[in-house]
């Protein structure tokens, strides 16, 4: 079965640059979500896309900023980038048909490293 | 707002010996509960889910939950730990309804020794 894909699965920057994630769902879900794990923390939720419209926002610094689009892909975009930004960026997205009960299925994420 | 309490951030079993982690939950309105398993530099793989239907839920790798709401409770267990479990499991709540964000608990270590 499709997954959730993440690209690109590593990423190194330099504090101050910018950095851009991108997320394709699984094929049919309607809503995305971003979520960031620190090290050693649990993954926190940081905004989310139903039917390409922003539905919730959690946590999100406003260096960054993120969209779904006509082809229900997601990408995050993160300027300014700090050191305290490194972090796994995992990329989840659900159907909100019935029988579906919001189950968020995650992509393998991406590691961004701030230098 | 909801929230999931998991206790014990660190568990060991031996090998063959039963799993039991726990996960209690604060929500205002039913919630929907999910245990997730992360083995290290992986994504995020679900293991079960309680969406208000069966309150005993089965999930994948043997292992099952039971939601119990008189205690708030949803633990995770599995009857035969295996060197393979290993690993950091998460409890998350989100609220019902369509396009809700999870939140997680801090997570429990798994630990299987020979």
């Known amino acids: 079965a499709a997954g959730v894909i993440q690209s690109p699965r590593h990423l190194i920057k330099e504090k101050r640059e910018t950095a851009t994630l991108k997320c394709y769902p699984i094929p049919r879900h309607d809503t995305v979500y971003w979520y960031q794990q620190g090290p050693g923390q649990d993954p926190q939720f940081l905004i989310s896309f139903y039917e390409k419209m922003q539905s919730d926002k959690g946590s999100i610094p406003d260096r960054f900023s993120a969209q779904q689009f006509s082809d229900y892909h997601s990408e995050l975009n993160m300027s300014s980038l700090e050191l305290g930004d490194s972090a796994l960026y995992f990329c989840?997205?659900?159907?909100?048909?019935?029988?579906?009960?919001?189950?968020?299925?995650f992509g393998p994420g991406t590691r961004l490293t701030v230098l | 707002a909801q929230s999931v309490t998991q206790l014990g951030s660190h568990v060991s079993v031996s090998e063959g010996a039963l799993v039991l982690l726990r996960c209690n939950y604060s929500?205002?309105?039913?919630?929907?509960l999910f245990w997730y398993v992360q083995y290290p530099n992986q994504g995020l793989q679900l293991l079960l889910k309680?969406?208000?239907?069966?309150?005993l839920v089965k999930g994948i790798n043997g292992f099952e939950a039971e939601f119990k709401k008189s205690e708030t409770s949803f633990h995770l267990t599995k009857p035969s730990a295996h060197m393979s479990d290993a690993a950091e499991y998460f409890c998350a709540v989100t609220l019902t309804g369509g396009g809700n964000k999870l939140t997680f608990g801090t997570g429990t270590q798994l630990k299987v020794e020979l």
């Open positions: 309680y969406t208000s239907a069966a309150t």
């Open positions: 929500s205002s309105v039913p919630p929907y």
């Open positions: 989840a997205s659900s159907f909100t048909g019935t029988g579906e009960g919001n189950t968020q299925y």
